[in-house]
């Protein structure tokens, strides 16, 4: 008799963006004529920038004659001219040493944020902010260290939440149990926050007093706007020593389709036996990889390179320069018809608080109903996102403008 993984089991029922999918599909059936525009999930609008495509096609011209085909590439972290560029361009030039051999190249960013688990004990406490991205949640679930689901708090009964509202300023406290597995997003996906170097430095410093590991999503880096707001957790003396940092070209370059990200595993990581002997997370890594991987293929490789180019930043940070401005549309607009709004500055995501006396759902559902707009509900990122809803600036500025328009004038 083949056991399933019961862990599974655990997992809530659907996905949020299937049901937000399911509730369009519908109202789009009883209601043909309306144009609905869709500023919910997270995926860019803006082709793939002309310095990328080149790269990618003469890879591919490439692959497709003898004396330059390349067959499996480095599985284990990917070619040297990819690694070298991130350690020069994403680290090195912001005074941060990061060994190419410490840079894992992949086909995204949420696989490596679920993979990580991989080499984990299961017996880890996790904390992760209240809202936050689900994946961390889900592939914990799956892992099986969240427990058991309970329906009363729509908590998990192992996990650790720490609450990020606007209370707080979006900014979680260390919580009440130490955990052994600790995921930021900064600047953060939903609510847009980002974390001084000071705030971040007492999470490396909480994290190393404790044993413990930081999963630091940095997949919005490139949207940083303030001087003040660290790109890489790296900057933070002591981090190589607790964090592993994940980036991602989805956003960055708009590689949502493309598929290429990477995660930096710093050498000096220790992990710890149950009897206390340290192990290096590297080799763990490493040999994960090696035994599960057969790396990104190289034209992808060769694109994601190109990113670094002279052109190809400069055709990137037009498409980034091109979503904030909506993002700055989307909170002027908002704040001018009475909402509050967060975000929106050094992330390309608007976190609005909902008109008081409505739940994320009630609110999903008049904005789709009355201005044919989709959000996100806040509840879908964790029970601290109720109250909240999350728009994003990935539309077109055309679709933007009209969204903005119509929640002013019909909602
Ligand atoms: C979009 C996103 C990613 C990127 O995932 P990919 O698999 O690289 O496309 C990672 N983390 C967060 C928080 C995101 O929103």
Redesign the pocket.
Known sequence: MIKINENFLELQESYLFSTIAKKVADFQSKNPDKKIIKLGI?DVTRPIVPAVVKAMKKAVEEQGKAETFRGYGPAEQCYDFLKEKIAKFDYKKRGVEVLPDEIFVSD????D?GNIGDIFGVDNVVAITDPV?PVYLDTNVMAGRAGKYKAETGTYENMIYMPATAENGFVPSFPEKVPDMIYL?LPN?PTGTTLTKAQLKMWVDYAKKNKAIILF?A?YEAFISEESVPHTIYEIEGAKEVAIEFR?F??TAGF?GIRC?YTVVPKTLKGYTKSGEEVSIYNLWNRRRATKFNGVSYPVQRAAEAVYSEEGQKQIKENIQYYMENAKMIKEGLQAAGYTVFGGVNAPYIWLKVPDGMTSWEFFDKLLAEANVVGTPGVGFGPSGEGYFRLTAFGTRENTLEAIERIKNRV
Request: positive net charge; glycine residues 12%.
């Open positions: 997270g995204g960013a949420k696989c944020c991205y997003c996906n999503d997949a991602s989805s956003k949502t990200a």
